[in-house]
């Protein structure tokens, strides 16, 4: 990878591979024509997969190719603009080599553009879109929220120079290939640290390091703010080329708060709450809404559906962490809908908590193997023939005195282009599914 001023792509050919489905393909796409560059997309998708990408960028000279990555886009290409999607066993590594193509990424360009404004990066297993959303509620509207939470970082930055401060949350993907001037990021902050995706970094070992290049790239004056007590948190600190603070030994009465100042009281959502409250600290900024602070879309929302069910919406949960925290939080009978692409992950601490006042409904690879753990600790379960059919099942089947908890546990690619497309379905059929009268 290289490090690349978005003011040096004038006049050149950029090649963006992947243009993707939550906005930041098309983003870039648009921040690199306004920035001059002659920009050609290539997605392996059908163009039918893409539309709502496809039609923003309606009116702007871009060339498309689907399906394919062909050999010609790297021979005309100056720079290649890797989706954090692609697979490090891709042949588009080669054929850049091959054709002495400049390699970087959306990320990549923005954090270039943008390195003088104290900026906090934020990752971890989970808890990280919270984290941020919640300390960029917290700065205030000249604060930049960006990176996997979708949309287009580099259009961000670019939109407004004159941000004061900017929140970013970064997956292992665009971590791995992460380059930055040094001195970048004034805060580092892990969340948490377990198993995950290891279908694409292969093992523990290597999500660990693609994670810990959040620190790589500081200096002295910057912080780095890890969970504590645990293994990763210590290569962190042992890593940390500024100030560094361990979490777990915080408590809301040294932010002068109390429980009734908290948006949530989750156990399992306090490190993202103190990572935000502790960053906030670091950039001088006062703690004034906390509690005004609305959530996010898809993560813990609970609400009566209006055939008077009870539901909890967690629809970003594709790991099983989350899952079992959420299921433990739970008082009374409580029913799980989980299912999806199976990223091989430990499923043991769900199993554990479902043993109490639990009924499951699954579909796919991922609820297949959940479906026999649950066989052999004899919880009551079904299987189902898709997410549509398991959700229906769920919803109709819903008893008064049952919370209906929506955690999908693992990846949605089975069916759907991302989680969110998923959540929404489900969140479509709470209103169109009644309760079965049977």
């Known amino acids: 990878m290289n490090l690349i001023h978005p003011a040096e792509l004038e006049n050149r050919q950029v090649l963006i591979l992947g243009l993707g489905s939550f906005g930041g393909g098309a983003g870039c796409a648009r921040a690199l024509h306004e920035l001059g560059a002659k920009v050609t997309v290539s997605d392996l998708r059908p163009a039918s997969k893409l539309e709502t990408s496809i039609n923003s960028l309606a009116g702007y000279p871009i060339e498309f190719v689907f399906e394919e990555h062909p050999e010609f886009l790297f021979e005309q290409a100056d720079v290649v603009v890797v989706n954090p999607a692609v697979p490090n066993e891709a042949p588009i590594w080669d054929l850049a080599r091959k054709h002495d193509c400049e390699l970087t990424t959306e990320v990549n360009l923005a954090i270039a553009y943008s390195a003088k404004t104290p900026t906090v990066a934020i990752t971890g297993t989970h808890g990280k879109s919270t984290c941020a959303s919640l300390l960029h509620h917290m700065l205030g509207d000249n604060t930049i929220l960006a990176g996997n939470l979708g949309g287009s970082f580099l259009e961000q930055v670019l939109s407004q120079p004159d941000c004061t401060s900017i929140v970013v949350e970064m997956s292992s993907f665009q971590c791995e290939r992460l380059v930055a001037p040094r001195g970048w990021p004034h805060v580092a902050a892990l969340t948490c640290f377990g198993a995950d995706h290891l279908d694409r970094h292969g093992d523990l070992i290597s999500y660990a390091k693609a994670k810990r290049r959040l620190i790589e790239y500081q200096d002295e004056s910057c912080f780095a703010l890890v ?8 290569h962190w600190t042992r890593d940390a080329r500024g100030n560094w603070t361990e979490l777990d030994g915080l408590t809301i009465s040294d932010f002068q708060l109390k429980a009734a100042d908290l948006p949530f009281n989750e156990s399992f959502r306090m490190p993202s709450l103190f990572a935000a409250l502790q960053a906030l600290r670091i950039l001088g900024k006062d703690c004034t809404n906390l509690s005004e602070y609305p959530g996010l879309e898809h993560r813990m929302q609970t609400f009566v559906d209006i055939h008077d069910r009870k539901i909890i919406n967690n629809g970003v949960a594709t790991h099983p962490e989350p899952t079992a925290a959420a299921l433990a939080s739970i008082k009374g009978k409580k029913v799980l809908l989980a299912g999806g692409k199976d990223k ?70 089975d069916e759907f282009n991302n989680f969110s497309e998923r959540a929404q379905l489900f969140l479509k059929l ?9």
């Open 227 to 234: 969970p504590g007590g645990d293994e990763e948190s210590a």
């Open 344 to 413: 091989l992950l430990d499923l043991s601490e769900i199993i554990s908590v479902a043993r109490k006042k639990t009924r499951l409904h699954l579909h796919g690879e991922g609820g297949k193997r959940l479906l026999r753990l649950c066989a052999a600790a004899k919880i009551e379960c079904s299987l189902h023939e898709n997410f549509e059919i398991a959700a229906d099942a769920a919803l109709s089947g819903l008893q008064s005195d049952e919370t209906l908890l929506f955690s999908p546990t693992f990846s949605s690619f």
């Open 430 to 438: 709470t209103e169109d599914t009644p309760v079965s009268k049977a």
